[in-house]
């Protein structure tokens, strides 16, 4: 009664020592085995909780401290007794290990005391009654809502770090609390209360114990997927904000075996939730762009190729608006990983009839063509080629409505032809340059011995040579592939392809007359 007096007249300083006085009365705090009066004191402080929660602002973290040691006493007591028994063995072991005789003799009377604690409390007590304080949250003011999700994390983390047997039960109830209170309470006090979930998540799952850390990011999973059932304002994006502590807790972690599994859940949430996703894909891709950056950890970046390739055969409606950000995650790979990225690309090539999303598409093939290694580069065209084809051939593809098949081509001339050809002739003139160089070094033969030079500069040279016939064949395929597919189209521009042509006449006569210099076959 005094409670809610000093409650109702706002006298928080009484009523708070009132409340910490009581908890006190309760000999849980104290090794000590609880009396009768100390038994009527839980009860009256687990009824306050349940019933008069209101006024229990402000000393929440008194009354789960409690709340904590009736769930230590009720778990040993559910315990197999050799269980039981082994728990108790190693905490003797703990004080025999300090060798003196003090801390053995107290612990064993602790001991004593817990079982007979124990006892005691599994004929008054339950843990039903927490279950209830957990649904009364719903009721709770903001301000109350978080000291109350601040206390139970302040006990969680200090269980994680003492390894204590309520941590796991803690970790599960901050899971309820924040399941029962997302879809009830506006945006900005759910904000307020995530930062300090956030904080927690982030604290345990960077621990140096791999079960604390995994077990931190599985209820992080298990969150996130509820949090994805909501549907995200255009105003406010909490998918973010949410997602954000996989991203803090890879960063800071360091750990591999906490990075995959991290890995592992986002896939997860990809696999099942994609059409759900907004704002969410901005920390899925900063989490995938740093695996791109990890070379030597090729099995977790096979994982994330796999997941995008899932997406792009199932998925491509729910993410073509994001479809630049997946591609500029996607490239990331491309060096890694290049017949699965073409594979995806086909995927997309297929389900494409927006014209922007067409260049977002058509720009991955770049790196591809242009790439120094020949056979990625032939994979690259020959890829380009099958999925226009596939766009001929296919009578309910979009280029064939009136009007559109001459701008989808000259779309592809403009925008991916022509600068693709650009860029080898850039690569073709830089090789040939050095090769003038070279040449140049030639001069000085006639008065000064430089065998090894001039035979390391022929090596230099034919090296070089080869690398310019490579090149130009791959010109030359990309500008018969445009004159292939233009037909009739292609005559009216070959005012475009003409000068590119001509280049690569002069490249040709180039590389045939360095052959015959250097004495190659």
Request: glycine fraction near 2%; proline fraction near 2%; hydrophobic fraction near 40%.
């Amino acid at each position: 009664l005094s409670i809610k007096i000093l409650g109702l007249l706002n006298l928080e300083n009484q009523k708070q020592n009132i409340i910490s006085n009581l908890c006190t009365m309760t000999n849980l705090l104290q090794v000590k085995i609880p009396k009768e009066k100390n038994i009527l004191c839980i009860k009256e402080l687990l009824t306050l909780a349940n019933s008069d929660y209101r006024y229990c602002k402000g000393s929440w973290n008194f009354i789960l401290e409690i709340i904590n040691k009736l769930y230590y006493y009720l778990t040993l007591l559910s315990m197999p007794k050799d269980e039981r028994e082994l728990f108790y063995k190693n905490k003797k072991q703990s004080a025999v290990k300090t060798n003196i005789k003090k801390n053995i003799l107290l612990m064993e009377e602790t001991i004593s005391i817990e079982k007979e604690t124990m006892k005691i409390l599994s004929k008054e007590i339950t843990l039903n009654h927490f279950e209830k304080i957990m649904t009364k949250t719903l009721n709770f003011d903001s301000s109350t809502l978080i000291e109350f999700v601040n206390s139970m994390c302040d006990i969680a983390k200090f269980e994680f770090k003492n390894n204590g047997l309520s941590k796991i039960f803690f970790l599960q109830k901050i899971v309820e609390i924040a399941e029962l209170n997302l879809f009830s309470r506006p945006g900005f006090n759910w904000n307020n209360t995530w930062k300090i979930l956030s904080e927690f998540f982030v604290e345990i799952g960077c621990s140096k114990d791999n079960e604390n850390s995994i077990n931190a990011i599985d209820s992080l999973r298990q969150l996130a997927l509820k949090f994805l059932q909501k549907k995200e304002g255009e105003n406010y994006h909490f998918q973010k904000e949410f997602l954000m502590p996989f991203l803090d807790t890879w960063k800071k972690c360091g750990n591999i075996d906490t990075q995959e599994y991290i890995i592992v859940c986002i896939n997860n949430l990809l696999r099942n939730e994609t059409k759900n996703i907004k704002s969410g894909w901005e920390v899925v891709f900063s989490i995938f762009k740093e695996v791109a950056y990890m070379k030597e950890e090729k099995n977790l970046q096979k994982q994330i190729i796999d997941v995008l390739s899932y997406i792009s055969k199932n998925n491509y409606n729910e993410i073509k608006e994001i479809l630049k950000d997946f591609t500029s995650c996607l490239i990331l790979f491309i060096f890694y990983f290049p017949d699965e990225i073409l594979d995806i690309i086909k995927n997309f090539f297929k389900q494409i009839e927006d014209e922007n999303n067409y260049y977002i598409i058509l720009n991955l093939y770049k790196p591809f063509i242009i790439d120094n290694n020949e056979q990625i580069r032939e994979k690259g065209l020959n890829n380009l080629i099958e999925c226009i084809n596939s766009k001929l051939k296919n009578p309910n593809s979009n280029i064939f409505i009136v009007g559109k098949k001459e701008q989808f081509w000259e779309f592809i001339l403009i925008n991916l032809i022509i600068p693709i050809a650009e860029e080898l002739i850039l690569k073709i003139t830089i090789i040939s340059n050095s090769n003038r160089r070279d040449d140049r070094s030639d001069t000085f033969s006639n008065s000064i011995d430089l065998n090894v030079m001039n035979e390391n500069v022929r090596y230099n040279t034919e090296e070089k040579n080869k690398e310019i016939e490579k090149l130009s064949l791959t010109l030359e395929n990309l500008l018969i592939l445009a004159g292939n597919l233009f037909n009739e189209y292609f005559f009216y521009n070959y005012k475009f392809l003409g000068k590119y042509f001509e280049e690569l006449e002069n490249i040709v006569f180039y590389c045939e007359e360095k052959v015959q210099k250097a004495g190659l076959d």
